[in-house]
């Protein structure tokens, strides 16, 4: 089925909206609100890559295609701001390698408590 | 065995333990929205049983820590002064952006004016009206000019003023620092947290206005030094920085902590004295320099003209500008030449000595859509340049300011989640986080696979 003109910009907003959801949700440290938005992503990614490349609109695309690309530099610099310190911090506290150079994670077995500590 | 006494005593010593533990919690309820504040835990420990037929010797307090994250602490102390370095730029070309005027309604539209009077010139070449007219847009264009590097210079000034005043805030945080530092020193640093969390407040607030190195030591006490190591507080004593005029009034930044005084105007990279220099000694300057070389190329041209023609007395055409000697400057003493805007005959339209000629009145009208000497730009494009350079420098200030603001904004969200929490709860929270994270992370390749198809629809 072919696709209605408009929609693959409305794809492109989704998308837009989609990458600055979660680099808010990097922000706020929200864990739920960035699984969520994995399936969103994947599915937008295909829905894009099978629509009609038939734009009509070619300014509004690429005003779209340029908050993407803001806001995808924005996703990749909060999560490797993160992980920089998750990674520091696993291993310093834990002493097991958690997260590699490359950021890929390592599968590792924590010890038990080493504080217990009460407010 | 315990006798009554023993066992009374030791529910006292469980509720007081209790008690105190409450009291950690409630001031950490009431210093939920204090700056620096950090959450306290209570850690109890079981107290050893008075001889081995005894169950036990109850509970006490081992001690009350601050939970402090010095790695994260560090990560912030790194993007807070980028983050106002940037902040203090993007202020600071805000004020010089305002000052440049609307598109069409700024020194564009005293150029086209200018240059239209001109092409008005030469539809009447002996008209005096339409040369008093020329004489008139010549001596705005000037004052448009002489206005805009005024506003450059006021501009560059206020951030040197900004300096001097964020100058005597640093040596007031740094001696503030010497004072805490002074008084962590002589108390135990296990019962100094208040005094700790004013240490990191102050620490904080020296990095939003210049980029620090923090020693912290075993002591409590916290070193602080700027730009390539130079000390501002060791311990308790503080070392002021001072300023010095050159002899145009614009400032250096001074050290005193080595023997020798050192000029570390330079040295800064972070914080908001940073982002002043910058815009004092790099972007102004930059800004002045184009206008500047607009105004040069602008009399130069118009003068190279008006000199092969001839004025309506029949005489060898003069200069209609006052001809600049060099680029520097030319925007400030841009003028009409005196003789010229005394006396309208002496403004050059013919090529020849016949009258009604019009050649050099059209020509000139012509400069403005004709590249300048030596430029590939009309002359409305040399304005459009420095526009778009203080705009695009603007944004790019606000940019990175609001990116590295999210960073430490995440950052301070990290340090809240992991602060008084378990090893075990800290390492799940982090990892549960990565895991969310990555899972969004490993379509990022894809997106930008995504974004290159359609940038290539937008551009074919």
């Known amino acids: 089925m072919a696709e209605r003109p408009d929609s693959l910009i409305e794809s492109a907003e989704r998308l837009c909206e989609t990458l600055e959801r979660i680099g808010d949700a990097l922000v706020a440290l929200d864990a739920n609100a960035l699984l969520e938005t994995e399936g969103t992503l994947e599915q937008l990614l295909a829905v894009i890559a099978s629509a009609d490349h038939t734009v009509h609109d070619k300014d509004a695309l690429e005003r779209l295609v340029g908050r993407a690309a803001a806001a995808l530099v924005r996703c990749r610099q909060l999560g490797g701001s993160f992980s920089g310190i998750a990674g520091t911090r696993l291993r310093l506290r834990t002493g097991v390698e958690t997260y590699g150079r490359d950021g890929t994670f390592t599968e590792t077995q924590l010890a038990g408590s080493a504080v217990k500590v009460t407010t | 065995m315990s006798d009554l006494f023993t066992l009374l005593n030791r529910s006292v010593r469980a509720l007081d333990a209790q008690r105190f533990g409450l009291d950690a919690t409630g001031e950490n309820i009431a210093n939920v929205n204090t700056p620096g504040y950090t959450r306290r835990s209570v850690l109890f420990a079981e107290v050893t049983p008075p001889d081995p037929y005894s169950a036990g010797g109850g509970v006490d307090v081992v001690a009350v820590t601050a939970a402090r994250a010095p790695l994260v602490d560090a990560r912030l102390r790194y993007e807070q002064p980028t983050a106002a370095r940037e902040g203090a730029v993007a202020d600071q070309l805000a004020i010089v952006e305002a000052g440049l005027g609307d598109p069409g309604a700024s020194l564009d539209a005293a150029l086209a004016r200018f240059y239209n009077t001109y092409a008005a010139l030469s539809q009447s070449p002996t008209s005096n009206t339409a040369r008093q007219q020329v004489i008139v847009e010549g001596q705005t264009l000037s004052r448009a000019f002489n206005d805009m590097s005024t506003r450059f210079d006021t501009a560059r000034q206020n951030a040197n003023n900004e300096i001097r005043a964020t100058v005597t805030q640093v040596n007031a945080l740094a001696t503030q620092l010497a004072d805490i530092n002074k008084q962590v020193r002589s108390i135990d640093p ?229 602060s008084g929490v378990s090893i075990d709860e800290e390492a799940a929270m982090m990892m549960r986080f990565q895991r969310a994270y990555e899972a969004n992370a490993r379509f990022f390749r894809a997106v930008d696979d995504t974004l290159d198809q359609l940038l290539n629809l937008v551009r074919f």
């Open chain 2, 190 to 418: 296990s019962n100094a947290q208040n005094l700790l969390d004013q240490q990191s407040v102050v620490i904080d607030a020296i990095g939003q206005l210049v980029d620090i190195h923090v020693i912290n030591h075993e002591d409590g006490t916290a070193d602080v030094s700027i730009g390539n190591g130079r000390a501002l507080t060791i311990g308790d004593k503080a070392y002021a920085l001072s300023t010095s005029a050159s002899s145009t009034g614009m400032v250096s930044i001074l050290t005193s902590g080595a023997a020798v005084t050192t000029d570390v105007t330079n040295e800064l990279t972070g914080g908001r004295l940073a982002g002043l220099v910058k815009v004092r000694d790099t972007l102004i300057p930059n800004y002045q320099t184009q206008l500047d070389q607009l105004a040069y190329s602008v009399s130069t041209d118009v003068n190279n003209v008006v000199t092969t023609g001839y004025d309506l007395n029949g005489a060898a055409g003069v200069n209609f500008f006052v001809q600049p000697s060099v680029v520097a400057g030319a925007a400030r003493a841009m003028d009409v030449n005196a003789a010229v805007a005394a006396d309208g005959r002496l403004v050059v339209a013919a090529a020849t000595t016949a009258p009604g000629n019009n050649a050099i009145a059209q020509a000139v009208a012509n400069l403005q859509d004709t590249a300048m000497t030596g430029t590939t730009a009309r002359p409305v494009d040399g304005w459009g340049n420095l526009v778009y350079s203080v705009a695009t420098d603007s944004a790019a200030a606000q940019q990175s300011q609001k990116a590295h603001e999210q960073v430490a904004d995440q950052l301070t969200n990290l340090r809240e989640q992991i």
